[in-house]
């Protein structure tokens, strides 16, 4: 009875030691996608709620950054000769920390310094053009759609620390659209009329804490197991008598 009793005492201590550990695993919380539309260059603040400490450690944060974009280019040639040539229009759109900076260099959208940003640039297809002199035409590129992840995860401390609270995490984003033109004489210019549509999402990759409860499946394998054991000692106990 003795040797059943210490038998029985591993056992319940063993599916105690599986069960804790089953239940301390990987998850993942996904917010978003939340969108914001305008008809120019803008700029805003999401707000995404930050990870709440009780779940667990925050491991990692992704980002995901979409853009979609309608354009209409208006080419003029101001010159007294013919023209002819292309346009297209390029929408830059940017996810941000408020401690990041940018400048635009030669019509690019550049970070500096921050805790984490992702920029994407997007360009329509260019199409092409022929103007009489002092002519002009309406171009309509197709709809143009692109998104951008972050690669890898932010894990570094600061970020983390940013995305962990009990509050609202700020995420700063920004467009920035130019148009390229290229033409063989005359003298062209061209305005646009660009509405693009921006969208984030933040997904949170963390392990939660362990508890002493797995799922009842769990258990039903775990005592399932301890079963056969207590049954195998038995018989083994039987036949030495």
Request: net charge positive; no cysteine.
């Amino acid at each position: 009875m003795l040797r059943t009793n210490k038998f029985l005492s591993l056992a319940l201590s063993g599916l105690l030691l599986t069960g804790m550990a089953l239940t301390a695993h990987a998850d993942s919380i996904i917010l978003g996608p939340s969108t914001f539309t305008s008809t120019t260059d803008f700029f805003g603040v999401f707000q995404f709620p930050q990870f709440n400490p009780t779940l667990g450690t925050l491991n990692s944060v992704y980002l995901t950054l979409g853009t979609s974009f309608t354009t209409q280019l208006t080419v003029t040639n101001n010159s007294a000769s013919p023209s002819t040539g292309n346009a297209q229009t390029t929408v830059q759109s940017a996810l941000y920390d408020p401690t990041t900076t940018f400048t635009t260099p030669s019509n690019i959208l550049t970070p500096s310094g921050g805790l984490f940003n992702l920029v994407d640039s997007e360009s329509s297809s260019p199409l092409g053009y022929s103007l009489a002199a002092g002519g002009s035409t309406v171009l309509n590129p197709p709809v143009k759609n692109g998104s951008l992840s972050s690669a890898p995860q932010f894990t570094s401390g600061p970020v983390l620390t940013y995305f962990t609270g009990v509050g609202n995490a700020a995420i700063n984003y920004q467009t920035f659209t130019s148009t390229s033109l290229n033409n063989t004489g005359g003298n062209t210019s061209a305005t646009q009329n660009t509405t693009d549509t921006l969208s984030a999402t933040v997904q949170y990759n963390y392990t939660p804490f362990a508890t002493n409860t797995p799922e009842p499946g769990t258990w039903a394998m775990m005592v399932a197991g301890a079963s056969t054991g207590m049954v195998a000692l038995r018989r083994r106990r039987r036949n030495k008598k």
